[in-house]
């Protein structure tokens, strides 16, 4: 029996009094795809990072090809096989494809880089492994799923069988993964070993053979996926977060009552100028929850930041709570009571070099102050309850935001949205990239105070989400609201009108 | 938890540099003065002096040798450290003005020119408005200056806001534009050249009542005026609005986030005009600080001759931009240029031309050794990542400790 590509035992590593990984064991089995499954802060990625010399582990013992041996640096890792696919890319932007694929190991010709040969060599490598990219593509011209291909190939470039794909679908629309998951496919039975990192249930149920389970730096267990009697969603969730997980979450009929936030004839542009807000018009009422459904980039990101004040509309008005906060400022849009859980938290959500404390003050901190002075004191008192409200776990007021797991950083927004009283909460994509034990706590959040009274807008690209959460579903395509469903309506019907056809044709013949 | 990113690291170079600086503690500052000051050693070694009887030699000019009472001439020492601490004052404040932009992610590369408009906003006033009380005068004068800085930064402040022109290139800019506004005041036959004096390119002399108190030495012969209490004061203020403020939160938060900061309801623009202002008020009130306490006029060739604003970029470099290092920093470079002062520097020991040469080695050192000082820190930083000793991950970040900035 030949023995696995890679062997972990008992690693252990810790940081400070905190444990990333306590013990433990993971087999990766020569032509296996084998997903490394966790919460966020489980300690997948400080595993990984230890298999590719990025960290060095406390305790414990590695073998690759039954040898055991010590990786202390990524160049080692390389040299042992292993290459790892990080979530953000480690791409030089303005070179080219089969420039980046050769970056520190170019073909020469005399001292010159020989770029034919780069060329060849990359066109050659792709051809083999089914990975079809333009060599001469210049790398911030691809697409992302394109540029973790650029990845992918850099990786069997330098002589890879052993492959870690750290969450390699959070960047990627479903398109791109489903094509991800042929190339993963296709690698394997090439003898390929594959290491896929990932919170995603249902990705990991189609993609893996097996899969372990971390909790708490501990291995929970290793599973049988592709074997006779695969767990399901509810099984992994449970191994995952150590409970039963509810992965639709409950709530009572919805009691709207008067509107609360209400767009008339919105119309924005985006970066380049382009119209990709047209004409929008809804209003949200208290105790409701409407999502906007929608293919990404239909003018979603622009509508948010039109109606928080954060992009000055080209016309129309916002109105919250009656009062007019139109183009005048985000800080008059918050004063008005708005609140927004922002896409991106760690671009717009968090100072991520702020400390919790610093950072749950950031919204109101105008309201806070006394003679324009800070109370340090009162600062953290305040943060330590919220922190302990929202259940936001890896710190305390005085750690930074930039230490905190993702799941953890997003509470933290939404503990300062929330604390702040607002009554129009607009939800930007607010589980993305989260767990499902941190989904499940948002989930709760937002329902729990659709129930209190506030009118809440959530943006999604999750059909899941908007089919679980919504009161009303609106859909966007093309920065118009080309159609209103309920809850009920089946994934076809959005899926219709989410690509243009039913309600928008007829909406654009109308206006025609 | 998660490893390293690129993504972390990128960003506007000054906010990338102000994660690294903004925290940490006074060893690396300290190694980055030692190392400077060794190659400095070298340097004179070169010239074949001896490096330490060099530095002892200019260690009794700085006058600091009057804090050991033991060490040889008490009056020397005294004038010395007088000139050390009027140096000290002005190089404070500059350092201040580049420090405080700073920590909101811009580079003032300007304290030149706010200084500059300064010192003639001071000798402006110095020597207009005779009948005031003296106090009173002092005062006026000082606000004036200060504030005549504070708007010339706040054009700065206002392009990067209006129209997101760099601050780095306008501060450049708009320090040739004061210097030749200066040189056109007081050049001859300009509006504000002296009066009694046609054939020179100077400006009046201040009255008596505007001149700032002596407090140490003789008032005629430059004794030390009460302009350092005003700059460690200055200091105090700057600590105060930073890190307790309102105002300096929000600069803060625009420095490490201008996006999150956005979102948050924060004005950025509005935040880098009032913060270019703020850094102009202090270069400003380091001009009236030379003007009123021992200048007392303002010549062409002084105003060309200047350096102290942009010794103010090192200032704040070593200093590593909060309110102590600042302090501490305008001490050692304060009392550099004055222990390698021609008259301070015996000959035979060293030639006082070539060690103010050497005080510029010195402080260019600095200046480039904060970049390996950033080097050396993140270096750090990743072996403990890798070493995982009380990693950044973990542990809440102290603000003492050099490898604080987590990953």
Known sequence: MTPPALQLSAITKRFGAVAANDGVDFELRRGEIHALLGENGAGKSTLMNIVYGMLTPDAGEIRVGGEPVTIGSPRQAMKLGIGMVFQHFMLVDVMTVAENVVLGAEPTKGALLDSRAAVARVRELAGRHGLSVDPDAVVEDITVGQQQRVEILRALDRGADILVLDEPTAVLTAQETAELMTVLRGLRDKGTSIVFISHKLSEVRAIADRVTVLRRGRTVGTVEVAGPNPPDEAELARLMVGRDVLLRVEKAACRPAAPLLDVRDLEADDDRGLRAVDGVSFDVRGGEIVAIAGVDGNGQRELVEAVCDLRAPVAGKVTVGGKDVTGRGARHARDCGLGHIAEDRQRSGLVLDFTLSENLALRDVDRRTRFGLLSPRRMLARATDLLAEFDVRGGGPQAAARSLSGGNQQKVVIAREIAAGPRVLVAAQPTRGLDVGAIEFVHRRLVAERDAGRAILLLSLELDEVRNLADRILVIFEGRIVGELPPTATEEQLGLLMLGGGGATSARASAA | ?407
């Open chain 2, 1 to 407: 938890m998660t490893a390293p990113t690129p993504s972390d690291h990128r960003g506007p170079a000054a906010t990338r540099l102000l994660r690294h600086l903004s925290v940490g503690g006074a060893v690396a500052p300290l190694i980055t003065t030692i190392v400077a000051f060794f190659v400095g050693g070298l340097v004179v070694l070169a010239t074949g002096k001896d490096p330490l009887t060099t530095y002892k030699a200019i260690f009794d000019g700085t006058g600091l040798n009057w804090l050991l009472p033991w060490s040889g001439d008490r009056a020397l020492a005294a004038t010395n450290l007088q000139q050390t601490l009027i140096n000290t004052g002005p190089l404070i404040l500059c350092g201040l003005a580049v420090a405080y932009a700073f920590r909101a992610g811009l580079f003032n590369i300007g304290a030149q020119g706010q200084y500059t408009m300064g010192t003639i906003a001071a000798v402006y006033a110095g020597s207009s408005w005779a009948g005031l009380p003296g106090w009173l005068h002092v005062v006026l004068a000082m606000a004036v200056a200060a504030l005549a800085g504070a708007a010339w930064a706040g054009i700065a402040g206002a392009l990067r806001a209006s129209t997101g022109a760099n601050e780095v290139i306008t501060t450049i800019m708009l320090n040739y534009t004061a210097l030749w506004i200066g040189v056109y005041l007081f050049g001859l036959g300009g509006p504000l050249q002296a009066n009694d004096q046609p054939d020179v390119p100077v400006s009046n002399d201040i009255v008596g009542g505007a001149k700032l108190p002596v407090f140490w030495g003789d008032k005629d012969l430059q004794g030390l005026h009460v302009g350092i209490f005003v700059a460690v004061l200055a200091a105090g203020i700057f600590w105060v609005v930073l890190n307790r403020s309102r105002l300096g939160y929000e600069a803060r938060a625009v420095g490490f986030s201008p996006p999150a900061a956005r979102s948050a309801g924060i004005g950025v623009g509005r935040t880098y005009v009032v913060t270019m202002a703020i850094c102009g008020l202090f270069a400003g009130l380091a001009g009236s600080l030379d003007i009123l306490g021992w200048q007392f006029h303002l010549a062409t060739n002084d105003i060309s001759a200047s350096q102290v604003g942009f010794l103010g970029i090192a200032v704040a470099l070593l200093g590593r931009n909060t309110a102590i290092g600042t302090c501490f920093a305008a001490l050692l470079f304060g009392a550099l240029s004055q222990g390698t002062s021609v008259r301070n520097l015996d000959p035979a020991v060293f030639q006082p031309e070539l060690a103010q040469n050497l005080t510029t080695v010195i402080q260019g050192l600095v200046v480039l050794l904060v970049s390996a000082d950033v080097l050396l820190a993140s270096v750090w930083r990743r072996r403990r990542a890798r070493a995982g000793g009380g990693g950044a991950a973990a542990a809440p970040p102290t603000p003492t400790t050099l490898g604080s900035v987590s990953p």
